[in-house]
């Protein structure tokens, strides 16, 4: 009994050890996980996370910004369809058989519907901050074009977060800010900002009062907007300097800007005569509003002058010449020494002008004898063309003039196309000659004629290139360009040169200013001068001004002149139409 009790006391000693070890064992695989696990910890938290990129889902990518800016959940400004006003109900149908339902009984204990003209919101969410949003289709969150943000400030991280994701917006066209606390700092970073947003054309930036006026960074030379809002910014002399500098100068100019609002702001005549200096060399701006601010007569009579003429100033006068030189000479620009001069060849003559005095007769006659090798290459061409089957081509060529003809296209531009095309299919002028007369008879010459002006200083290539590709097509022959205020016609009066003025702005509001009588003769003589300008030497872009909004001045409204001035832009109205006398001598209105 003692040697079974020992047998089994040995082996209970010996579980005990196994289960220990399994113990020690097991402990010791989780003590290494747990410490494998904290280093990984510790490595994720000292490895910087990688950059976000967006994917031109504003309200994803705002969202994720935020997080990863350190925002708490409940601090993210959600982003927020813009309320829109409901729409008017169609009219009743009149063929309807029953346009109005029975009215059926209404329990007077039942609640009332709620009414479909607003919606109603929780307590206080109005004032949260949000972003307003709109979209070209709601249920696509790629599509939003105007951004909205009302009532809370922007900051440095914010501004940070809005420049990754605004210019990924592809469909974005306008962004509007009203009291956003706006620095110097933050102004110019999303004025930064603007330039890489394709499609940004109209910028608002209202109720953002800055001390140091910096609103001349919005209108830069890389500038894109289009219409730009800075009313009651309390923007002064010191920042409308600023704007009119940056509209332009002698040397550079705003090119995009066409509509711009300056209303509600505190600058005097000093900022208004500091914008009229900006558009002296501007032709771009369409849309000026100056209302609500300080003007009085004498910011009206530069008005005045700049509607109507006024004197080029010294810096002016040296710009211009230097204009007039480099288009003199063009290749002045480019570094390249003139051509030289033949005028010591012939006193009489310009030197532009080439005497064909210095070919001799042996010139002359080799040029007869290479002409009529041309005439008898041209017969031997014609012969074979003929021999090929071109008669079917002239065939097409015809039956293609008679198309283009029907769709109206007029004969100067099928000769026009015929002659490009053959240039460009590399063919001779006489088989180009050859077919017109065979079918056009007198046409051959014209469309000979075509040819040489087209291939005039070219080479003609073949319809394709080495590489197989068709050629390109050739460059449009009249090309519109944008004429430089200084290039215009001058007139000198008491040793200065005069230009007419700006022809460009259409609409101008100077409403609810200090404007007497003395700015509104101005402003008046301004006008006249432009509808006799634009009588004698009409232009096709610049109309001149059309409206005029001169309301809440101190001006009486019995004024002969404040009259005359609303006669005048009566007729200058586009939409105006003229009373007509009828054969009884009655007034008929042909409005309607």
Same mark, same amino acid.
């Given at each position: 009994m003692s040697e079974a009790g020992d047998a089994k006391g040995?082996?209970?000693?010996?579980?005990?050890?196994?289960?220990?070890?399994?113990?020690?064992?097991?402990?010791?695989?989780?003590?290494?996980?747990?410490?494998?696990?904290?280093?990984?910890?510790?490595?994720?938290?000292?490895?910087?996370?990688?950059?976000?990129?967006?994917?031109?889902?504003?309200?994803?990518?705002?969202?994720?910004?935020c997080r990863r800016a350190g925002l708490p959940p409940t601090e993210i400004p959600p982003?927020?369809?813009?309320?829109?006003?409901?729409?008017?109900?169609?009219?009743?149908?009149?063929?309807?058989?029953?346009?109005?339902?029975?009215?059926?009984?209404?329990?007077?204990?039942?609640?009332?519907?709620k009414p479909k003209t607003y919606v109603t919101k929780e307590?206080?969410?109005?004032?949260?901050?949000?972003?307003?949003?709109e979209m070209e289709h709601e249920e696509k969150p790629a599509t939003v074009t105007e951004i909205y943000i009302r009532g809370w400030k922007i900051d440095d991280m914010m501004v940070d977060i809005f420049r990754n994701c605004f210019p990924t917006i592809e469909k974005l066209n306008t962004i509007n800010?009203?009291?956003?606390?706006?620095?110097?700092?933050?102004?110019r970073d999303l004025a930064a900002i603007f330039p890489q947003c394709p499609n940004l054309k109209n910028v608002s930036i209202e109720g953002n009062p800055i001390a140091e006026e910096?609103?001349?960074?919005?209108?830069?030379?890389?500038?894109?907007?289009? %219409?730009?809002? @800075?009313?009651?910014?309390?923007?002064?002399?010191?920042?409308? #300097?600023?704007? !009119? &500098?940056?509209?332009?100068?002698?040397?550079?100019? %705003?090119?995009? @800007?066409?509509?711009?609002?300056?209303?509600?702001?505190?600058? #005097?005549?000093? !900022? &208004?005569?500091?914008?009229?200096?900006g558009l002296r060399m501007n032709r771009v701006l369409l849309c000026l509003s100056l209302a609500s601010n300080k003007i009085t007569?004498?910011?009206?009579?530069k008005f005045g002058e700049l509607l109507s003429r006024f004197p080029l100033t010294h810096e002016e006068v040296v710009e211009r010449r230097k204009l007039l030189s480099d288009k003199g000479s063009p290749d002045r620009g480019t570094g390249k020494s003139p051509p030289p001069s033949r005028r010591a060849e012939s006193k009489d003559r310009p030197g532009s002008v080439r005497s064909g005095s210095h070919l001799d007769k042996g010139d002359k006659k080799r040029d007869k004898s290479s002409k009529?090798?041309?005439?008898?290459?041209?017969?031997?061409?014609?012969?074979?063309d003929a021999g090929k089957g071109n008669k079917t081509v002239v065939m097409m060529d015809s039956k293609k003039d008679k198309d283009e003809g029907a769709k109206g296209g007029t004969k100067k531009d099928d000769k026009w196309k015929k002659g490009a095309k053959a240039v460009m299919a590399g063919g001779s002028r006489s088989s180009i000659v050859g077919l017109n007369t065979s079918r056009h008879g007198s046409r051959a010459s014209l469309v000979a004629e075509t040819v040489n002006k087209t291939t005039k200083g070219k080479k003609t290539t073949s319809s394709k290139d080495k590489k197989g590709g068709a050629a390109p097509e050739s460059e449009s022959p009249d090309m519109v360009e944008a004429i430089n205020p200084l290039l215009d016609s001058v007139e000198s009066i008491d040793g200065q040169l005069w230009i007419p003025g700006n022809r460009s702005i259409i609409n101008l509001n100077l409403s609810r200013n200090e404007i007497g009588e003395a700015g509104l003769k101005s402003l008046l003589l301004a006008l006249q001068y432009q509808i006799t300008l634009a009588n004698l030497a009409p232009h096709p872009a610049l109309k001149g001004l059309m409206r005029l909004s001169l309301g809440?001045?101190?001006?009486?409204?019995?004024?002969?002149?404040?009259?005359?001035l609303q006669d005048l832009l009566l007729t200058r109205d586009p939409f105006y139409k003229p009373q007509a006398k009828s054969p009884d001598g009655e007034v008929q209105s042909l409005v309607g």
């Amino acid at each position: 009994m003692s040697e079974a009790g020992d047998a089994k006391g040995v082996f209970a000693s010996a579980a005990k050890k196994v289960k220990m070890g399994k113990r020690v064992e097991k402990a010791l695989k989780e003590k290494a996980a747990a410490s494998s696990s904290q280093e990984a910890t510790e490595e994720d938290a000292n490895k910087a996370p990688e950059p976000y990129t967006c994917i031109g889902h504003f309200d994803a990518d705002f969202t994720e910004l935020c997080r990863r800016a350190g925002l708490p959940p409940t601090e993210i400004p959600p982003v927020v369809l813009r309320a829109k006003r409901p729409g008017t109900p169609p009219p009743p149908d009149p063929k309807a058989k029953d346009p109005t339902p029975p009215e059926e009984p209404v329990d007077v204990a039942e609640e009332e519907p709620k009414p479909k003209t607003y919606v109603t919101k929780e307590k206080y969410s109005y004032f949260k901050p949000n972003i307003q949003v709109e979209m070209e289709h709601e249920e696509k969150p790629a599509t939003v074009t105007e951004i909205y943000i009302r009532g809370w400030k922007i900051d440095d991280m914010m501004v940070d977060i809005f420049r990754n994701c605004f210019p990924t917006i592809e469909k974005l066209n306008t962004i509007n800010l009203w009291n956003v606390g706006l620095t110097d700092k933050t102004l110019r970073d999303l004025a930064a900002i603007f330039p890489q947003c394709p499609n940004l054309k109209n910028v608002s930036i209202e109720g953002n009062p800055i001390a140091e006026e910096p609103w001349a960074c919005l209108i830069g030379d890389d500038s894109l907007i289009v %219409n730009l809002s @800075l009313r009651h910014n309390e923007i002064t002399d010191r920042g409308a #300097s600023g704007i !009119g &500098a940056a509209l332009s100068t002698v040397t550079t100019c %705003n090119k995009n @800007l066409i509509s711009l609002n300056l209303s509600h702001n505190k600058f #005097s005549d000093v !900022g &208004a005569e500091a914008v009229v200096k900006g558009l002296r060399m501007n032709r771009v701006l369409l849309c000026l509003s100056l209302a609500s601010n300080k003007i009085t007569d004498k910011g009206a009579v530069k008005f005045g002058e700049l509607l109507s003429r006024f004197p080029l100033t010294h810096e002016e006068v040296v710009e211009r010449r230097k204009l007039l030189s480099d288009k003199g000479s063009p290749d002045r620009g480019t570094g390249k020494s003139p051509p030289p001069s033949r005028r010591a060849e012939s006193k009489d003559r310009p030197g532009s002008v080439r005497s064909g005095s210095h070919l001799d007769k042996g010139d002359k006659k080799r040029d007869k004898s290479s002409k009529k090798k041309d005439n008898k290459h041209e017969k031997k061409n014609e012969k074979e063309d003929a021999g090929k089957g071109n008669k079917t081509v002239v065939m097409m060529d015809s039956k293609k003039d008679k198309d283009e003809g029907a769709k109206g296209g007029t004969k100067k531009d099928d000769k026009w196309k015929k002659g490009a095309k053959a240039v460009m299919a590399g063919g001779s002028r006489s088989s180009i000659v050859g077919l017109n007369t065979s079918r056009h008879g007198s046409r051959a010459s014209l469309v000979a004629e075509t040819v040489n002006k087209t291939t005039k200083g070219k080479k003609t290539t073949s319809s394709k290139d080495k590489k197989g590709g068709a050629a390109p097509e050739s460059e449009s022959p009249d090309m519109v360009e944008a004429i430089n205020p200084l290039l215009d016609s001058v007139e000198s009066i008491d040793g200065q040169l005069w230009i007419p003025g700006n022809r460009s702005i259409i609409n101008l509001n100077l409403s609810r200013n200090e404007i007497g009588e003395a700015g509104l003769k101005s402003l008046l003589l301004a006008l006249q001068y432009q509808i006799t300008l634009a009588n004698l030497a009409p232009h096709p872009a610049l109309k001149g001004l059309m409206r005029l909004s001169l309301g809440r001045n101190p001006i009486r409204a019995d004024s002969e002149a404040y009259q005359k001035l609303q006669d005048l832009l009566l007729t200058r109205d586009p939409f105006y139409k003229p009373q007509a006398k009828s054969p009884d001598g009655e007034v008929q209105s042909l409005v309607g």
